[in-house]
């Protein structure tokens, strides 16, 4: 069973940055599709990012791109969102999910992803 725990959440500022981990359990977690989904209170969840099983290739919500960066670490089975500028619209739970490589390709597809983290916490506000 593999599982996803994401870190690095907390308080900032607007116009401030935070970077979260998503740390996965299983070398099978390297071959597979990482994404980077947020849930706001009474919202929808909402995708934010994905990246692909080999780090080459990301992909990004239009609320985001320019101010996110999605990384991963296969070798340490981490995967990463730098969080830039954040505004007080970026507040909200953050989940990581991973899915097979195909996933890339619809990757703003929830239902693609087979496991999910437990969600960190992002509060923005001064």
């Known amino acids: 069973q593999l599982q996803l725990v994401e870190s690095g959440g907390g308080l900032v500022q607007p116009g401030g940055s935070l970077r979260l981990s998503c740390a996965a359990s299983?070398?099978?977690?390297?071959?597979?599709?990482m994404g980077w989904f947020r849930q706001a209170p009474g919202k929808a969840r909402e995708f934010v990012g994905a990246?692909?099983?080999?780090?080459?290739?990301?992909v990004y919500a239009d609320s985001v791109k320019g101010r996110f960066t999605i990384s991963r670490d296969n070798a340490k089975n981490l995967g990463y969102l730098q969080m830039n500028s954040l505004n007080p619209e970026d507040a909200a739970v953050y989940y990581c999910?991973?899915?097979?490589?195909?996933?890339?390709?619809?990757?703003?597809?929830?239902?693609?992803?087979?496991?999910w983290g437990q969600g960190t916490q992002v509060t923005v506000s001064s």
């Open positions: 999910a991973v899915g097979p490589r195909s996933t890339y390709y619809d990757s703003s597809y929830a239902a693609g992803y087979d496991y």
């Open positions: 299983g070398r099978i977690a390297s071959s597979l599709t």
């Open positions: 990246i692909n099983w080999s780090g080459t290739n990301t």
